[in-house]
C-alpha cells in the first residue's frame, strides 16, 4: 500500500533478491531501497498479485494454486515455469505471497540471495493485527466485487490460506506467525545465504549485504499504518460507488421496462 504495479525491466535484467520478510516488516520501505541501490525494477508480490497488470494476477492465482500441491517432477517445472514467468525482468521480489514461497523461489534462481525484513514481534503483531482486521472485514470483497481486478480479492484470500495452511499449519497470519516463518527460512536457506535486516538500520547494513556504495541520498521511508488505512478506505469508497452506479442501473432499466408494460397493457385494453 502506498506503491502502485512495477514492470519488469529488460531481458538482461538480473534477478538478485529474495526479499524473504513477512508483510509488516517494512517491505514497502525495503522495496524502494533496493529500487534505487539495485536500479531495477522490484516485484512486490502483495501488489502485483492484487494490482498489477491481470496477466501478473492470473499467473500469481495459478502459483498459489500450484504450490501447495505441486509434487511430481511435471507439476514442479511448472510452478518454477509460473514463478520466473512472473519475476523475470525484475532485480528482487518481496511481501507476500512471495515470501510464504522462499524455497521455490530459490529453486528458479539459485544465484539470488534472501534479505529478510523482520522487527520486534509485539510491534510486528500489532500493526499486523490492524492490516488483518481491515483486509478481513466479511464485507470487503462483496463491497469491491464491481471494481476491476479487486474482483480476484475473495480467490486471491482462500488461496493464500491454503498456502498458510501447507507452509505454518495455520490458516492466516498470526501473533506466532512471524516467528514460525523466520524459523522456516533459517531451516531451508543456506547461512550464507540467508540475511536478516530491519530497515530502522538505514543504508549502511543493506548496503554491505549488497555489497554497493552507500548513496547519496536520504533512506526511504513507505507505507504506514496510516497509509493502510487510507488504502483501504479508497477501496471501500470506490466500491460503495460502483454499487450505487450499477444499482442506479438497475433502477432506471426497471423503470424503462415497467413503462414499456404499462404503455402496451394500457393500449391493449383500448
Known amino acids: ?91 528482487a521480489t518481496m511481501d507476500c505471497p512471495a515470501a510464504t514461497l522462499t524455497p521455490e523461489i530459490m529453486r528458479v534462481y539459485p544465484d539470488a540471495i534472501v534479505i529478510a525484513t523482520t522487527r520486534d514481534e509485539a510491534a510486528w503483531w500489532k500493526s499486523m493485527d490492524y492490516l488483518n482486521s481491515l483486509m478481513g472485514t466479511w464485507y470487503l470483497p462483496l463491497v469491491v466485487l464491481w471494481l476491476s481486478k479487486t474482483q480476484v480479492y475473495g480467490i486471491w484470500r482462500e488461496r493464500f490460506h491454503q498456502i498458510m495452511k501447507w507452509r505454518y499449519h495455520q490458516e492466516k497470519i498470526e501473533a506466532d506467525t512471524l516467528r514460525k516463518h523466520e524459523d522456516h527460512l533459517r531451516q531451508v536457506v543456506p547461512p550464507e545465504k540467508l540475511f536478516f535486516y530491519e530497515v530502522s538500520q538505514g543504508w549502511e547494513p543493506l548496503c554491505k549485504i549488497l555489497n554497493v556504495p552507500i548513496p547519496d541520498r536520504p533512506f526511504p521511508h513507505n507505507n504506514s499504518k496510516g497509509d493502510a488505512a487510507q488504502t483501504f478506505r479508497d477501496h471501500v469508497v470506490a466500491g460503495v460507488l460502483s454499487w450505487v452506479f450499477i444499482l442506479t442501473a438497475i433502477s432506471m432499466i426497471t423503470w424503462l421496462v415497467r413503462c414499456q408494460i404499462n404503455e402496451r397493457f394500457s393500449m391493449g385494453t383500448k
Open 1 to 91: 500500500m502506498g506503491q502502485g504495479p512495477s514492470y519488469p525491466g529488460p531481458p538482461e535484467t538480473k534477478f538478485r533478491v529474495i526479499g524473504a520478510g513477512m508483510s509488516r516488516t517494512g517491505t514497502k520501505t525495503f522495496n524502494e531501497a533496493l529500487t534505487i541501490l539495485l536500479h531495477g525494477p522490484v516485484h512486490d508480490s502483495g501488489i502485483q498479485s492484487l494490482g498489477g497488470p491481470m496477466n501478473q494476477i492470473k499467473a500469481w492465482l495459478d502459483i498459489m494454486d500450484l504450490a501447495p500441491k505441486a509434487q511430481t517432477f511435471s507439476e514442479k517445472k511448472k510452478l518454477d515455469w509460473l514463478i520466473s514467468d512472473v519475476l523475470d525482468g525484475y532485480v
